[in-house]
């Protein structure tokens, strides 16, 4: 194969020891044009084409592509009626796969009958595709019929025939079969090969059919990531746009030493629009629920630690020459120290000037707006509310000084022993001075006479920066105080207000844009 021709300055190529090929990028970029011009460039009767479309809805017909289900199905139409467990002619290429593979099947087993052998019957395609089509629908069985096949469920006990199978399903059985049928080598293009299949099974399906034919080159044209995903060890192209006059594509073969996930690049490249590093996860974190709403011009990803967040916003500019994406991080301020937090935003990591994410939705004119939306009077509701978090604070100021105390001297420990020492003997003196120069215990005070002024002048905006409590938004009652419920209530009447376009999601966007950028 042929890669086609760039827009770039440069053409890029195809590694030869290629057997996967991925090409990904959004609607409209190109990715079917792209797929079709470079298999254009193999040996025709080397590409063996399979379609979800055609297998579900395709129509037979008599000109049918040479190298396809539909191709062998007509050439067979042509030499013997193929009338095998068919209520008629077949009006799908699903349904003409299996029409072969039972044509097959006959054809074997009176060869078997006519030579007179005895023993084990000789294994068909269609033996080997039940078998994997059972171990992906465990549930399911598969019973032979008066020359057809019928489709029993555990769950409701019936029968039916294939016809009567869901999508998925009829596509499983499609592409386990159509796979043994390609030429030797072949060149294998599949379009949204994701379509139908339910993401839990995409990976297990599209291994399995990969180690059917280890000697053919599969190339998947898709913008489906949970999909993409699932094709670790591909040759990966980035179609981002077509000149269908000039005849060229602008395209690029992603880096295999990317260093980044392949899900969380392929959604990057796939989006088109700048990215943000998050910390927390997808389903359980407040930081995924919320940024999203407050940079709605960004992809964002979340990556779990603080450390992969920083890491990866480094990695992926780095590599800006190649995807002209920018990328920015979010990290919690915690009990960062002021340069600490300038050294992280000169590296593009943004860092709120509150604690943690749960301050976030605890500032001012969050807690303003959300009492305003339920009809309830916003500074008497916040001045209830600064007072609690102030008491919880006060309450807590001296383990909060301590902590971060901890943290300071951990930091400071960690860039002091980080350097190189002659023997053990000097890393021993070097230890022994740090307790004196660093003195925890000026620290500490210095902590504490911060915190009580914070306190004793009602500082609130101070005490969101340095207080870690991951309960204040409990213990603060700022739920029954704006009239939304308990914590859980808050949180949910914070989100589905900035999912409006009301001039309260407008008031609580900024305020909190503001404390990140």
């Known amino acids: 194969m042929q890669l086609p021709p760039s827009k770039g300055p440069a053409q890029p190529v195809l590694p030869e020891s290629s057997r996967q090929i991925l090409i990904i990028g959004a609607n409209g970029a190109g990715k079917t044009r792209f797929t079709q011009r470079m ?13 979800p479309l055609r297998a579900l809805y395709g129509a037979f017909e008599s000109d049918a592509m ?38 097959e099947e006959m054809s074997a087993l009176l060869a078997y009958k006519m030579e007179g052998r005895s023993g084990e019957l000789p ?37 039916r025939p294939q016809m009567k199978l869901s999508p998925g399903e009829k596509l499983v059985l ?15 293009p599949i379009d949204s090969p994701e379509m139908f299949l339910h993401p839990s099974t995409l990976r297990r399906v599209w291994d399995k059919v990969e180690s059917l034919r280890p000697d053919c080159t599969f190339v998947y044209t898709t913008h489906d990531l949970d999909f993409a995903s699932t094709r670790s060890s591909a040759t990966t192209i980035w179609v981002r746009g077509c000149d269908p006059e000039a005849d060229k594509f602008d395209y690029d073969v992603v880096p295999v030493d990317s260093q980044l996930r392949e899900d969380m690049y392929l959604s990057i490249l796939g989006s088109r629009r700048p990215v943000l590093f998050i910390e927390g996860d997808n389903v359980h974190s407040i930081d995924s629920k919320l940024y999203p709403l407050i940079f709605p011009e960004y992809t964002v990803r979340a990556l779990g630690s603080c450390d992969r967040v920083i890491e990866s916003t480094r990695v992926f500019n780095s590599l800006e020459a190649f995807h002209h994406l920018d990328s920015m991080g979010i990290v919690d301020r915690d009990r960062r120290s002021p340069q600490e937090v300038a050294y992280l935003r000169r590296k593009k990591i943004m860092v709120p000037e509150v604690a943690e994410i749960e301050n976030l939705l605890m500032i001012e004119e969050v807690v303003k707006a959300v009492a305003s939306v339920h009809r309830r009077d916003e500074h008497r509701v916040f001045e209830k509310v600064k007072s ?32 190189r020492f002659a023997s053990i003997t000097k890393l021993e003196e070097h230890m022994a001075d740090l307790v004196d120069e660093i003195n925890p215990r000026a620290i500490y005070e210095q902590f504490c006479r911060e ?35 308990d914590k859980r209530g808050y949180l949910t009447a914070v989100l589905n207000i900035l999912k409006t376009e009301t001039p309260a999601a407008l008031r609580i966007r900024n305020a909190i844009s503001d404390q990140i950028r």
């Open 39 to 51: 298999v254009g460039s193999c040996n025709p009767s080397l590409v063996f084409c399979l379609s």
């Open 66 to 103: 040479p190298q396809s289900i539909d191709g062998l199905y007509a050439r067979a139409l042509a030499r013997a009626p193929l009338t095998v467990g068919q209520g008629g002619a077949p009006a799908t290429e699903a349904e003409r796969l299996m029409g072969l593979m039972l044509a």
């Open 123 to 159: 294994e068909t395609k269609i033996d080997r595709v039940l078998e994997l089509w059972r171990d992906i629908f465990p549930d399911n069985d598969v019973l032979r019929h008066e020359g057809s096949l019928l489709f029993t469920s555990v769950d409701d006990g019936g029968s």
């Open 174 to 188: 499609y592409y386990f079969g159509g796979v043994l049928y390609a030429p030797e080598g072949a060149v294998i």
């Open 388 to 419: 609690a978090v102030i008491g919880l604070f006060r309450g807590e100021m001296r383990q909060q000084a301590l902590q971060h105390t901890r943290h300071h001297v951990k930091h400071t420990m960690d860039h002091r022993i980080d350097g």
């Open 451 to 485: 915190f009580s002024g914070y306190v004793r002048n009602g500082d609130y905006a101070s005490v969101l920066r340095v207080y870690n409590q991951k309960s204040m938004i409990g213990q603060s009652n700022v739920g029954p105080l704006t009239g939304t419920g």
